[in-house]
Structures are given as C-alpha cells and as structure tokens.
C-alpha cells in the first residue's frame, strides 16, 4: 500500500458525460501528479500540482481540468468524454515539487470505461 | 522532446536467473533523473530504483540495479536472481519531463 487512496476504483459512463476523479496523496507529500494509461498511449504524464498551485503539465486535453485542495487532495474532471477517454487514471504524489530525487508513489488508479 | 525507448515488449527468463530489460533515453539536460517502475497484472505501480545523471555509481535496491552508461545513453535494470513474483510489466522513465516507455512485459517461468 502506498499510502496514495484514489476513488472511485471503476467507472462506467455514457460518451458525452462529466466524471470527477478524487484523489488523496500521501501523509506529508504536496505534489499531485496524474497519469493516464491506455493500450494505445501508454503511461501519460497530464498534470501535476504543489500545494494547490499547477506546477507543469503534460499532454492533457481541454477537456479535462484538475485542482488540488487546501487539503491537499486533487481531483481530475474528464468532460465531454469519448470512447478514447476509457483508460486507467492514475494519481502519484511526492514531497517536494521537482527534486530529480523525488520518488512519485502511485495509488491503484481509476479504472475508467466510456461506452 | 524527451524520448524513452524500450525496445523488448517481452522477455522470458528462468526462476533464480538474472535479466536485463533495456531502457533508452534521449535527451540534451545535462541534469535529468532516471527511473524503473513495475505494474504487476493487478494494475498497480510500485517504484523500484531511481539514477540520476551526475551519480557516479550505478544505483541498487537488494535484487535491482541499474546500468548506467551515460556517454549510450542507456540505464538498464537488471533483476538478478528472479523470482515468479517478478512477472509484471516493467516502465523506464524520466522525471524531468515525466515521460514513460512503452514498457517490457517480463515473464519469470518456474
């Protein structure tokens, strides 16, 4: 157990719609990151937060948003979602921002099917 | 851009033998960080062993060790002796620009 919780675990879901997923990082760490794993893509980085500013991103769509909480947990909005969407959402936290030391410690994910 | 090429989608290897998955990079940083990551079937990423670029020696975490070789750009994890619950999928990455392989399915037969 990494110490990283990610709800839900699965989602189903219709094209079109809005889904939220939530995240809380480790005890202590600040920085949020979020990945999105298909067959297709692979592991991709999308953004990452630092107590509760956006710190970089990555290939994310419009589409999709996050923030982080003064509480330091993060969610992850997928709108308008396409069959293309369905993937595994992952969640990692860390300490420090951007330390090339820093080790990401993933939650089990989200599992995400757009039908 | 930051490129992470690794180019065995499979590899099979033999329980108590040891194996080396191969992990490419391309960068022009002269400050960047390297890592391995593991994704058993169940689905979740568990960090093995990080190198970074001014680290003199190669890293290792008890059965894990990376192969640095910085002037081939390279940073191999080699397994030794491996065991059946080594069979996952295996990810190389970078952490300045948090980019991933496509990943090694690695095979561990008894």
């Known amino acids: 157990d990494s110490g990283v919780t990610q709800t839900p675990k699965h989602l189903i879901t219709a094209t079109g719609q809005r889904v939220t997923l939530r995240c809380s990082p480790r005890s202590g760490d600040l920085s949020v990151y979020w990945y999105q794993q298909s067959l297709d893509q692979g592991l991709q980085f999308l953004i990452q937060?630092?107590?509760?500013?956006?710190?970089a991103k990555g290939n994310i769509l419009e589409r999709f948003s996050a923030q982080q909480f003064p509480d330091l947990h993060s969610e992850l909005n997928l709108s308008s979602l396409e069959l293309g969407d369905s993937a595994l959402y992952f969640c990692a936290s860390s300490v420090a921002p951007s330390s090339l030391q820093e080790t990401q410690y993933f939650g089990p994910g989200t599992r995400l099917l757009v039908l | 851009a930051q490129k992470i090429t690794q180019t065995q989608p499979g590899m099979f290897v033999q329980e108590k033998e040891a194996v080396t998955l191969d992990c490419t990079y391309d960068?022009?940083?002269?400050?960047?960080?390297l890592f391995w990551y593991k994704q058993p079937s169940s689905g979740e990423m568990i960090f093995l062993i990080y190198?970074?670029?001014?680290?003199?020696q190669n890293a290792t975490e008890g059965r894990y060790s990376l192969n640095f070789q910085k002037a081939r750009k390279s940073a191999n994890l080699v397994i030794s002796a491996s065991q059946l619950g080594d069979s996952a999928m295996y990810f190389c990455g970078e952490y300045e620009k948090l980019v991933f392989g496509k990943g090694t399915k690695l095979t561990v037969n008894p």
């Open positions: 937060y630092y107590n509760g500013e956006e710190r």
């Open positions: 190198q970074g670029s001014y680290d003199e």
């Open positions: 960068t022009s940083d002269q400050s960047y960080g």
